[in-house]
């Protein structure tokens, strides 16, 4: 029995560390994004008067949209970059080829699931749920996020490792040995894709229907939803869960300047170029702000802790990883990689920032804080004032 533990412990740990290689690109990638997008927003030029600087012409802005759209790159693919990443992972030997097959399975799975949602009618407008498709490197197929890599990648690898060495009769020996993987990989997929085709859909409204839950629960309903959008982050399926809440009737409905606006986020744009706006709605971000709290302050915190207790050996290359994750949270609002660091070392621990994080949402709807998201977290620094101006008006 101990060696059983023993084993899966060590299965675990690889798959763990299969993940290092596309989570150590994702600080980078959110400094660029965020700094690139925040530069190049018409409202921040705007309101700070940079479009001598900044404005849509300059060489500056020219830059800025090149970070941002070099940034954004690399989050649009995540999914199959943790594909690659984990097969190339969990590998055993021949990388090179548990790495293109890996690639050929996740656009197979895809393409099979588009086909089948074409054949059905199911790409017309309207006839998914908002959020449940998505555009995946060019083929419209359902919204799987980062778990649809993982799949791919472990289920490539265990192909990779299983059939890497087989031998075939002479006529066919050719396709033999690691010529196999690909072929292998591209029928395996085939199943898998038509499998996900009826499964996913039924996970992605157990997710709706937790939407519900959330919007008619008051206070409560937030701490819910800070929780499980918090614990989806894992599976990369949080943006099916906040989707609707930002940009559908499930986030609330205004009237903003004589126009019906739906959705959270909508909401909070609608009120942003407003001149009639006072003060931001905290029923529509109230989706929105609680994440700023462990943005800027839990998450980095989290940071400082784990770099404390690094070995003195380890401590130069734990703090330019984690400073660049921390600087990523604080300026970006991309949690992912400060996350991600500590999953799978302590997932209880992540249990318990799941729960902080609920908190952290319920208490910014109770002291009623509105401050939403352009993209992002970008709004970042403004909450800051915010934050404790709410806090001093609270607490008189």
């Known amino acids: 029995m101990k060696d059983k533990t023993n084993g899966l412990f060590s299965v675990l740990q690889r798959v763990g560390r299969s993940f290092m290689l596309p989570i150590a690109l994702l600080p980078i990638a959110g400094l660029l994004l965020g700094i690139g997008s925040s530069l190049t927003n018409p409202t921040t030029i705007q309101t700070y008067n940079l479009q001598s600087i900044l404005g849509e012409g300059t060489f500056l802005n020219s ?155 008051g206070y409560f309903g937030t701490f ?59 029923a529509a971000t109230r989706f929105m702000s609680g994440k700023f709290p462990f943005m800027i302050f839990g998450l980095p915190g989290a940071a400082l802790a784990m770099y404390s207790v690094a070995k003195d050996s380890k401590k130069r290359v734990a703090g330019s990883l984690l400073l660049s994750a921390a600087l990523t949270a604080i300026l970006t609002g991309i949690t992912e990689p400060l996350e991600f660091t500590f999953l799978f070392v302590a997932p209880l621990l992540y249990a318990v920032h799941c729960v902080l994080a609920g908190l952290s949402f319920m208490l910014m709807h109770i002291l009623d804080v509105g401050v939403g998201m352009t993209f992002r977290a970008v709004s970042s620094t403004c909450f800051c004032s915010e934050f404790f101006r709410e806090m001093q008006k609270q607490t008189g």
């Open 63 to 217: 830059v800025m949209l090149v970070l941002a759209q070099t940034g954004n790159i690399i989050f649009a693919n995540l999914p199959l970059l943790f594909a690659l990443g984990v097969a190339l992972g969990m590998a055993e030997r021949e990388h090179g080829t548990a790495v293109l097959s890996a690639a050929i399975a996740f656009f197979v799975m895809h393409q099979t699931i588009s086909t089948l949602l074409q054949l059905n009618g199911k790409l017309e407008a309207g006839a998914m749920l908002s959020g449940t498709l998505s555009n995946v490197v060019g083929i419209q197929s359902l919204e799987m996020g980062v778990f649809g890599g993982i799949i791919v990648g472990l289920g490539v690898a265990a192909l990779h490792n299983r059939f890497c060495k087989i031998q075939l009769p002479n006529v066919i020996s050719f396709f033999g040995g690691v010529r196999f993987i690909p072929i292998i990989s591209t029928f395996t997929f085939i199943l898998v894709g038509l499998l996900m085709y009826f499964i996913w859909p039924y996970i992605q409204r157990g997710i709706y229907s937790l939407g519900d839950l959330v919007l008619n629960s």
């Open 224 to 282: 819910i939803y800070g929780t499980i959008e918090r614990a989806l982050i894992p599976f990369g399926l949080h943006h099916v869960f906040y989707m609707p809440f930002w940009q559908t009737g499930l986030g609330g409905t205004m009237m903003i300047d004589g126009v019906s606006v739906a959705g959270a986020q909508n909401i909070f744009f609608a009120q942003l170029a407003s001149p009639e706006t006072v003060k931001f709605s905290s």
